[in-house]
Structure formats: structure tokens, C-alpha cells
């Protein structure tokens, strides 16, 4: 197949009008609003179990209570409620939620990717 040089000018002409016709300030359709607020972060003024250096923060929850966890190492992490069936992954710098269990008492968390991280869950009915 052959393309002609004049036909391939014509094309990233129009290519280059489109991209800059919905580029310029002129143009009638508004941009949607950006927030550099996190969605889910506000989220997290509730209960919230910390990740940070490879070590889980204390957590006491009511039963069925909505956790955040947030990881603020680079590493991905899971954490794993131990007699539950928890076990959500965390990328590195993000994060996850999980319900509580809804028995009270003490639960072990631990992370499937690295053995020497040991945490407490402490749930309240």
C-alpha cells in the first residue's frame, strides 16, 4: 500500500486541529472539576488500621464496622484477620477496606507476603 506524503500531511493536520480545537480555552464545553482532595481518604476519619515501616497500628472496631487500611510503605501488603475470611491486598501508598468481623473479641492480623508482620484486631460487640 502507498501512501502519498501529501495525504499523510492532510491526516496529522487534522489530527493536530482536533486535538488543539479541544485544548483551547475558547471551547464551549466545560472541563469536569478535578479535586486533589482523595475520594476514599475522607473515609478514613473512621476506624483506620495503619501500615507503615512493615508493622500493622492497634485497632479496637465495633462488630461490622467498616475498616480503612492504609499503606504507607511502597511494598504491597495483605492483612489477613485470622478465623475470618479478611485477607485483602494493599498496594504500596494505598489502600483498602474490609468489614469487621462481626464476633467480638482479639484477632490476629498478619500480612501473606511478609511472615514477620504480626497485628492485633480488637473488636467490641
Same mark, same amino acid.
Not at 115 to 120: D, F, L, R, V, W
Given at each position: 500500500m502507498?501512501?502519498?506524503?501529501?495525504?499523510?500531511?492532510?491526516?496529522?493536520?487534522a489530527?493536530?486541529?482536533?486535538?488543539?480545537?479541544?485544548?483551547?480555552?475558547?471551547?464551549?464545553?466545560?472541563?469536569?472539576?478535578?479535586s486533589?482532595?482523595?475520594?476514599?481518604s475522607?473515609?478514613?476519619?473512621?476506624?483506620?488500621?495503619?501500615?507503615?515501616?512493615?508493622?500493622?497500628s492497634?485497632?479496637?472496631?465495633?462488630?461490622g464496622a467498616? /475498616?480503612? =487500611?492504609?499503606?504507607?510503605?511502597? #511494598?504491597?501488603? *495483605?492483612?489477613?484477620? $485470622?478465623?475470618?475470611?479478611? +485477607? /485483602?491486598? =494493599?498496594?504500596?501508598?494505598?489502600? #483498602?477496606?474490609? *468489614?469487621?468481623?462481626? $464476633?467480638?473479641?482479639t484477632? +490476629?492480623?498478619?500480612?501473606?507476603?511478609h511472615?514477620?508482620?504480626?497485628? *492485633?484486631l480488637?473488636?467490641?460487640g
Open positions: 502507498t501512501v502519498h506524503r501529501s495525504s499523510l500531511g492532510l491526516a496529522l493536520a489530527i493536530v486541529l482536533a486535538v488543539s480545537a479541544g485544548c483551547s480555552s475558547s471551547n464551549p464545553v466545560a472541563a469536569p472539576a478535578v486533589s482532595a482523595p475520594s476514599q475522607a473515609a478514613a476519619s473512621g476506624p483506620t488500621i495503619t501500615i507503615a515501616s512493615f508493622k500493622f492497634e485497632l479496637t472496631v465495633t462488630a467498616e /475498616v480503612t =487500611v492504609k499503606n504507607q510503605d511502597s #511494598a504491597a501488603h *495483605t492483612v489477613k484477620v $485470622k478465623g475470618t475470611d479478611v +485477607d /485483602v491486598n =494493599v498496594p504500596g501508598g494505598g489502600q #483498602a477496606t474490609f *468489614t469487621a468481623p462481626a $464476633k467480638a473479641g484477632y +490476629d492480623l498478619t500480612c501473606d507476603f511472615s514477620s508482620m504480626h497485628g *492485633t480488637t473488636v467490641t
